[in-house]
């Protein structure tokens, strides 16, 4: 696994790493290709399932009170040994954020919310990932309740130059406040997107602005956190 680490502009501090899945076959470079060999294979819940192992072991390595994001593939969620007390992710379970894509069609799950709830009773907080690229957006909300709303990247490409997208941030750090969920925004890859962001309410976030994806928990280099 690869981790970027997810910031705190405010308080200068690493909150957390996002795990992100590598492979050292050239073949299978990229998560996508990976997840698409799975799925041609049938394989979805081994690599679900490798992946969480993978995170659980080298969560021992992180650095103490980090939370650690994982992302899941709507398919993990109807695998019984997610939802397993023993299973090596569960053990750390109140340090992990699981990320479900927004992308997903999750209407096939029928008993989605218990099932996030039988997750919330194992400890684990709820994400909902890439909010505004998908179609299900605000009804994503509503179903999942999560603890983290990320913002597509798309959302954070150039807001400095985007008088709508500021709005539709500043509305989303409104709302957030108001449901007590935290904003996250992603893709973050100037200083221009990071005082923007913060400027308009959204305090937490990820990008090569910060920290590419390592294998291994990187710090931030000094000057990346802007003005004090
Ligand atoms: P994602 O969950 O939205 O992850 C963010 C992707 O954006 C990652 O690509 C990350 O390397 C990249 N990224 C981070 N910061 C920036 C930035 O500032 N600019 C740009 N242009 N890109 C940035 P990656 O690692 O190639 O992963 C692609 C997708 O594959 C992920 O998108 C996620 O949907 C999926 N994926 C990755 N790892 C896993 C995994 O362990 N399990 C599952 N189910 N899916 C995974
Ligand atoms: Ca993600
Ligand atoms: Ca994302």
Known sequence: MAFQPIVSVRDRT???YEALMRSTDQAMGRPDLMLGAAERLGRLDD?????????????????????????L???DLSDETLFD????????ASRVVLEITER????????LQERIGRLRGLGYRIAVDDLGAGYAGLSALALLEPDVVKLDMTIARDIDASATRQHIVRSMAGLCTGMKMELLAEGVETGAERDTLVACGCDVLQGYHFGRPAFGFESIPSDRWGPQ
Request: aromatic share 2%; charged share 15%.
């Open 47 to 71: 690599l679900g399932r490798a992946v969480r192992s993978a995170v659980a072991k080298d969560a021992s390595r992180a650095p103490a009170g980090i939370r650690l994001f994982v992302n």
């Open 104 to 111: 997903a069609s999750l209407d096939h799950i029928t008993d």
């Open 85 to 92: 007390p023993s299973a090596p992710l569960s053990q750390i």
């Open 73 to 75: 593939h709507a398919q």
């Open 14 to 16: 690493i909150t957390a």
